[in-house]
C-alpha cells in the first residue's frame, strides 16, 4: 500500500506523523510504501486542520498533480527514500498518525504506547517507553539531509549558543494547554517558568529562550536580564498557537490567511528552533509535539517538566 503522509495541524504535528510511519514502514509485514509531503494549507481549499484524514487518490480526481507538485520539504531536506519528487500513481494520502489507523496495520510498534505524539503528559513521566520512543524517532530523524541552503542557516543560528553552557525553556501560547484560557491560568503557566529557571540558572550560562510569543520573551528579560539568549524572529505580540491563527485557537483566518512564503517562513523557522533546543544542555518544556521532537533529535538530552495540563 502506498501511503503519502500529509502536514498535519501544526509542523512537528505533522513531523512526528512523518517519523511514525517511515518507523511502521520499516516492517515488512506492514507492507508499506511512505512519502512525505507539506505544503501551505491555509491556501488549499477546503483544508481542514484536524489531525485526522484519509483520502484515496482516486476521490483527488484531477486534482492530485496540482496539490502534490509543491512540497515545501524539498527546500530544507535533500531527496531520500521517503522524500520523493515521483508519487506513485495510486496512493492513500493522510493527515493522520499510524495509531489513529492502527487497524490497517499489521505490527504497530510497542515503542509508540503514547502514540508518538508529543501532547500527551503521561507519556514524560513514563521514563522507560519515553527512552524506547525517543530512540525509535531520532533513528527516523537521522534519515533525513539538509540542503546546503538549510544547513547554513542551522550553523549560523548555533553561533547562537557555540561554547556556553545552555539551559533552554520551551514555552508555547496558554492557549496550547487551554481553551479559553483565564489571564490566570496564563500567568500560573508563567510563573511556574520562572520559578524552574531560577532553581537552575546558576549552573548555565545562558537561558536560551524557545517560544514564538513576544511577551514571554519580554518577561524573561525582564527578570533574567542578560542571561536570556533567542534567535532573531518576527514574533507574535499576543498569547496565539501561530501567526496563521485566530483567537479562536485552532481556527484559521479566512482563506488565504498565509501566503506561500510566510507558511514557509513559519514553517523553516518552527524546526530551526527545534533544532537549536536540541543542542541545549538542559531543557525545559510542556507537553507539546515540539518538545517531544526536540527529545527525539537528542534522546540523551536531559529535561524538566515545569508545566502540565493541570497547572502544576
Given at each position: 500500500m502506498n501511503i503519502i503522509s500529509g502536514n498535519c495541524a501544526g509542523t512537528f504535528s505533522g513531523f512526528l506523523s512523518f517519523l511514525a510511519w517511515m518507523k511502521v514502514a520499516e516492517d515488512p509485514s506492514n507492507d508499506l510504501n511512505v512519502f512525505l509531503h507539506t505544503r501551505n494549507k491555509t491556501a488549499w481549499p477546503g483544508a481542514s486542520y484536524s489531525n485526522y484524514k484519509w483520502i484515496h487518490s482516486t476521490?483527488?480526481?484531477?486534482?492530485?498533480?496540482?496539490?502534490?507538485?509543491?512540497?515545501?520539504?524539498?527546500?530544507?531536506?535533500?531527496?531520500?527514500?521517503?522524500?520523493?519528487?515521483?508519487?506513485?500513481?495510486?496512493?492513500?494520502?493522510?493527515e493522520t498518525?499510524?495509531?489513529?489507523?492502527?487497524?490497517?496495520?499489521?505490527?504497530?510498534?510497542?515503542?509508540?504506547?503514547?502514540?508518538?505524539?508529543?501532547g500527551l503528559n503521561d507519556q514524560y513521566y513514563d521514563l522507560e517507553n519515553l527512552n524506547l520512543t525517543r530512540n525509535a524517532l531520532k533513528e527516523q530523524w537521522d534519515k533525513f539531509e539538509f540542503t546546503d541552503y538549510f544547513n547554513q542557516r542551522v550553523k549560523e543560528e548555533?553561533?547562537?549558543?557555540?561554547?556556553?553552557?545552555?539551559?533552554?525553556?520551551?514555552?508555547?501560547?496558554a492557549s496550547h494547554y487551554l481553551w479559553p484560557f483565564p489571564?490566570?491560568?496564563?500567568?500560573?503557566?508563567?510563573?511556574?517558568?520562572?520559578?524552574?529557571?531560577?532553581?537552575?540558572?546558576?549552573?548555565?550560562?545562558?537561558?536560551?529562550l524557545t517560544t514564538c510569543i513576544q511577551p514571554y520573551i519580554d518577561k524573561f528579560v525582564e527578570v533574567f536580564g542578560d542571561k536570556c539568549v533567542y534567535t532573531e524572529r518576527k514574533r507574535i505580540n499576543e498569547e496565539r498557537e501561530w501567526k496563521g491563527a485566530d483567537e479562536t485557537h485552532f481556527q484559521v483566518l479566512p482563506e488565504p490567511s498565509m501566503s506561500d512564503e510566510d507558511y514557509s517562513s513559519e514553517y523553516e523557522d518552527c524546526i530551526l528552533d527545534v533544532l537549536l533546543s536540541s543542542k541545549s544542555d538542559m531543557i525545559l518544556g510542556a507537553s507539546s509535539n515540539m518538545f517531544l521532537a526536540c527529545l527525539c533529535m537528542n534522546p540523551s538530552l536531559p529535561f524538566d517538566i515545569y508545566f502540565n495540563h493541570h497547572g502544576y
Open positions: 476521490q483527488f480526481e484531477n486534482e492530485w498533480k496540482d496539490i502534490l507538485s509543491v512540497n515545501m520539504l524539498h527546500k530544507l531536506f535533500k531527496d531520500n527514500k521517503h522524500l520523493t519528487r515521483d508519487f506513485p500513481t495510486e496512493f492513500d494520502y493522510v498518525y499510524p495509531v489513529d489507523v492502527r487497524h490497517r496495520v499489521n505490527n504497530y510498534p510497542n515503542c509508540f504506547k503514547y502514540e508518538a505524539r508529543g548555533e553561533n547562537l549558543i557555540e561554547g556556553k553552557k545552555v539551559l533552554c525553556l520551551m514555552m508555547r501560547s489571564k490566570e491560568f496564563s500567568d500560573n503557566m508563567v510563573n511556574k517558568a520562572i520559578q524552574c529557571v531560577k532553581e537552575r540558572i546558576d549552573d548555565y550560562d545562558v537561558l536560551l
